[in-house]
């Protein structure tokens, strides 16, 4: 840039150039290093990464050996099908069979009426049919484009219509001068041999399920949630009281990768509705209700972002506000956050959220506790000002309480539509983390068609970690993908 | 769904399937009124879709008409030509531009190394050349979809990436049989064809701007938020007064739209970075910028969010608490509300943010007073229990009030990078509605070259509607087309 707008005199200019030059490779090769470690990074992160390039890999060239070997004199097949697969396979099975099977009914769809709307062309003499054809053309064109603003084709047969317009288009245009018939089949048999070539691929080697994938974002989404509020009691009134807290405190932002997961969470929601029936999940299963849950967790992460700007307020509670307060403020996010917890894990391995329940009613007792002790006659001889910040974490901790209570609820409703197991209300966190947890586990190993749970080691959480790094990585292997 | 779970009587049954029968054209008919009804509001929200729809109609009409005209005998390019089209036309200048610039690029390449790697083939004799080709495709069809998730190829490059595997894969593979110079030179020529096609018609016919839609879309975000806010504290005080509101307050959920535009803002800013000088816009114009402003008016949509769950709490601020607070949290309300209007009007018509100034000021004031306020001894008699409500909100507030400044600092940093032009400090909202703005729209009737100001009649706000259906209807006229 500097040496662009050069003003100055042209000895400059050159030194500039050569020092630029110079510096080039240095340049050069710390872009190299930089993108090396990117590219280990985003393999780390994701190991399934790496597998599904090696999978486009291994369809690709299956598809290739098929045309090299079989179809020898037919290079122009070989393109169609190509194609198919470079635009068909996805990262997740439900991504791939819907625009597989999108394709094909379009291609299919498409292909009769380019053949109708041929012959109908025929029909208008020599010099009518250009005119007819370019007029169906442009007539379809711009009836299913404004048909693709729909927001229910947008969101299932977007790439439906998209084929469609160009398969009736080429159709018709080409065969003008093609034999059509021949154009439509080889088109048609093409399609099918690259899209189920993807399918194979995508569902025997090593499968990505977007229906796996949304159950385990939502489920992580709320331990995260419960991580940022069960460790907010104890920093926030550590830092009231003057301590500074030296170890890294990331965990509480776990909260922030629920806000904008929105996006994502629908377009999962989209891909598993193509799912089969797969693991723990039967066809079927109730995926609209995890974006249910999804929007509530939401709604409690908006108020955890309220109480992270208290954390991070110029004006702190005083400490005899918070010797008050503290109890039953700790109590209540501490009891929230475990309850969270429970919740997710009951997500997780599929059981009734029964756990969770003393949870919550801990934390709405403790919520009642700071009523009645704010309703009491201590706070007379204290300045208002002083009460202020305290009481306002004390009331968005009284409005999240009451929010975890609506998400459980909505997890409720999930486990009954898809029939989670029910276990013994003793079980707890604490048993599952301790190893002991092999007779729920066998109890659960039923397959999937019977009724849909099946507890793998894999399922199981890690123990809550304080380590920074998990829920981010974690967050960002569940996202990226879509 | 009740017809197939049939365990009752066969009588039963068919008199079932009979009703269900009878019901069917009914049912039909009430589909089809209802998609029509759908339709129709589609294109009345925002006439740019049936033009988009017109548009793509047209580009691959010529494109048509010029492979039935002019290259009569070859229907295998007009195929090509048509793909590119369907596949690169999109809603915004940006993403056509985008995407046909990746293409061409990406065919450019991959053509390029395509007919390198079918020479390497050919060097390795009669067996060695299928093997070799194969391996090639695994290769680079394994690399290529795993650089696919860097994040900076991602966003920008990654049609590039998809269509340099597909030209690739193609020529190399079906090189083997033809003529391969021929196939890569006629693949080029028509991808050249296509995709100037549909930048022409993208830019000369009525262009949609993803710059200018970015532009709108945060001032709209920011004139929604300064909606809800102005109109909160007399909403909240009505309430807590005990007065039901009549007429429909939706207007108060306008910042409901700004929670999840984070993608739809990245989206259209990594389009406008395509884009070339259009309108008041330059080449190289901040869009970067806008994401911040973005995300610091998201933050403070969260606070609002928050506030609304006061609105909707079971437990209301005592009107005694309510008269002491009221006049301090309306002036809160009310004027980073209009501050944030004053925000997105100078966003809108590209002037220097300082007609915010004074509200933010007095805002801040309000913030003061009631810090004083809640010092001073009228509290001691008031149960504290009934304290809270007003006093969560009024934190709210005082908490709104410094994000209001955060965000207008963000402007001005966007109008200084941007060029904004400044005006006199006496011009208000008020001025500029009231038509005697003439002196000011021809002040700023300069060029794009020039500054990058084009004070247009359509960019100007209209009048703050306390009409409900505006604010939606323009929220999704800007965020459906991504």
């Given at each position: 840039?500097?040496?662009a707008?050069?003003?100055?005199d042209?000895a400059?200019?050159f ?11 240095v340049?050069?090769?710390a872009?190299m ?6 590219i ?7 190991p ?19 045309y ?17 697969v ?7 099975v ?24 041929h ?14 054809i ?12 404004f ?7 947008k969101?299932r ?8 317009i ?13 034999n059509?018939l ?11 041999i690259?899209?189920?070539?993807c399918?194979?691929?995508s569902i ?34 550590k830092r009231?009281g ?20 929105k ?9 598993a ?8 999940f039967?066809?079927r ?12 967790a ?17 004006i ?6 918070s ?9 209540m ?5 475990k ?5 997710a894990?009951?997500?997780k ?11 919550i009613?801990?934390?709405?007792s ?22 202020i ?10 409005d ?10 909505s997890?409720?409703e ?28 066998s ?5 999937c068609?019977?009724v ?13 970690s ?9 967050k ?7």
């Amino acid at each position: 840039m500097e040496v662009a707008s050069g003003s100055g005199d042209k000895a400059g200019f050159f030194t500039q150039g050569r020092s630029w030059l110079k510096a080039l490779p240095v340049k050069f090769k710390a872009n190299m290093v930089g993108m090396a470690r990117n590219i280990k990074k985003l393999g780390q992160e994701d190991p399934r990464r790496v597998v599904h390039s090696l999978k486009v890999g291994l369809a690709l060239t299956l598809v290739s050996t098929l045309y090299l070997g079989l179809f020898k004199n037919d290079g122009f097949d070989a393109i169609w099908a190509v194609m198919t697969v470079v635009l068909v396979f996805e990262f997740s099975v439900g991504a791939t069979l819907g625009k597989g099977l999108n394709r094909g009914m379009a291609t299919l769809l498409a292909g009769g009426l380019g053949i109708g709307a041929h012959h109908l062309a025929k029909l208008s003499g020599h010099i009518g049919e250009p005119i007819l054809i370019l007029f169906l053309v442009f007539l379809q064109a711009t009836i299913s484009t404004f048909l693709r603003f729909l927001p229910k084709i947008k969101a299932r047969y977007d790439y439906a219509m998209l084929i469609f317009i160009l398969t009736f288009s080429m159709i018709t245009v080409s065969g003008f001068q093609e034999n059509i018939l021949e154009l439509a089949h080889s088109r048609l048999s093409t399609v099918s041999i690259g899209a189920a070539a993807c399918v194979f691929v995508s569902i025997v080697v090593f499968p990505v399920w977007a229906g796996e994938d949304l159950h385990n974002l939502i489920a992580l989404n709320i331990e995260n949630l419960g991580n940022s509020l069960e460790g907010f009691g104890d920093e926030y009134f550590k830092r009231t009281g003057g301590e500074e807290s030296k170890d890294d405190k990331k965990f509480l932002e776990g909260y922030k990768s629920v806000l904008n997961s929105k996006n994502s969470e629908e377009s999962l929601a989209n891909f598993a509705a193509w799912e089969p029936c797969h693991g723990r999940f039967p066809f079927r299963h109730p995926w609209k209700l995890y974006l249910k849950v999804g929007t509530l967790a939401r709604e409690c992460a908006y108020r955890i972002e309220a109480l992270n700007g208290c954390l991070n307020a110029d004006i702190q509670a005083s400490s005899e506000v918070s010797n008050i307060i503290q109890e039953a403020c700790t109590k209540m996010s501490r009891e929230s956050g475990k309850s969270l917890k429970e919740l997710a894990l009951a997500i997780k391995i599929m059981v009734q959220p029964s756990s969770a329940d003393s949870h919550i009613e801990n934390a709405k007792s403790a919520a009642k506790n700071i009523k009645s002790l704010l309703k009491s006659g201590i706070w007379e001889d204290i300045d208002l000002l002083k009460v202020i910040p305290g009481v306002t974490v004390a009331s968005i901790l009284i409005d999240l309480v009451t929010y975890t209570e609506k998400l459980s609820e909505s997890i409720y409703e999930l486990a009954s539509k898809a029939q989670f197991k029910s276990v013994e209300p003793t079980l707890s966190l604490k048993t599952l983390h301790s190893g002991q947890n092999q007779s729920v586990k066998s109890a659960q190993m039923v397959n999937c068609l019977d009724v849909g749970i099946n507890v793998r080691e894999s399922t199981l959480p890690s123990p809550p970690s304080e380590n920074s790094s998990a829920p981010k990585a974690s967050k960002q292997r569940m996202g990226v993908q879509i």
